[in-house]
């Protein structure tokens, strides 16, 4: 059964730091792994996709790697701003028990101005 | 890109009343589609997986009978959560397999008084 694990569960940092979320998965058979950005009361926002024969994603300051054997993932963010502030969430989708997506608990970002 | 509309955004009901929940794929047939929920400051729980024709399949610890899954065609599922009571109180997202990955809908805010 697939579990994902993210580290931290909070952060709070100053505006402009570079930062890591960290997620791990046991089941390394995924199909892809999925990082999303959810804001207070609200749903899902797609962040970036990494499809399993892929080792990163990138879409401005946001930069996911992916390492199927380790069974790992981080996602980075340069440069912080204010505006980053949300959860954070980290989705496994696939595995030897079909194609379920699985997700963290997630990271609570704070930046602060 | 593939979208996933999910009705209504946020329902209010009274206890002991029946609420149905929609999620379509707009733009791609879906065998399958996945029922998640999520409560406050908690990460997303898969429900059930709905397939295409045929009976859902329920997590452990979801109650088939008050959570009615039907997905009666490849583009519509549908959740009804029966009898409801103030702690169904939650909010409720899914997702549909599309090509290569799951795209999720925006959710439903349950409210039940």
């Known amino acids: 059964k697939q579990e994902v694990t993210q580290i931290p569960a909070a952060l709070s940092v100053p505006e402009g730091e570079n930062l890591v979320l960290n997620c791990s998965f046991t089941?390394?058979?995924?199909?892809?792994l999925q990082w999303f950005r959810q804001d207070p009361g609200k749903g899902l926002t797609s962040l970036l996709l990494i499809q399993s024969s892929q080792r990163e994603q990138t879409s401005g300051r946001l930069n996911a790697s992916l390492d199927k054997s380790s069974g790992r993932s981080t996602l980075y963010i340069a440069a912080s701003q204010p505006g980053d502030s949300a959860t954070y969430l980290c989705a496994a989708s696939g595995g030897t028990g079909g194609f379920k997506t699985i997700f963290g608990a997630g990271t609570r970002l704070f930046v602060k101005a | 890109g593939a979208v996933v509309s999910q009705h209504p955004s946020w329902v209010i009901c009274k206890s002991g009343t029946s609420v149905k929940i929609e999620c379509r794929s707009l733009?791609?047939?879906?065998?399958?589609m996945f029922w998640y929920r999520q409560f406050p400051k908690q990460s997303l729980m898969l429900m059930a997986t709905?397939?295409?024709?045929?009976?859902?399949?329920?997590e452990q610890g979801v109650e088939k009978d008050k959570f009615l899954i039907n997905h009666a065609s490849l583009t519509l599922s549908t959740l009804t959560v029966t009898s409801a009571h103030p702690e169904d109180s939650s909010f409720y997202i899914c997702?549909?397999?599309?090509?290569?990955?799951?795209?999720f809908g925006q959710g439903t805010r349950l409210t039940v008084v």
């Open positions: 709905s397939n295409e024709g045929s009976k859902a399949t329920y």
């Open positions: 733009d791609f047939q879906a065998t399958t």
């Open positions: 997702s549909a397999k599309g090509p290569n990955r799951a795209f």
């Open positions: 089941d390394s058979a995924i199909y892809n």
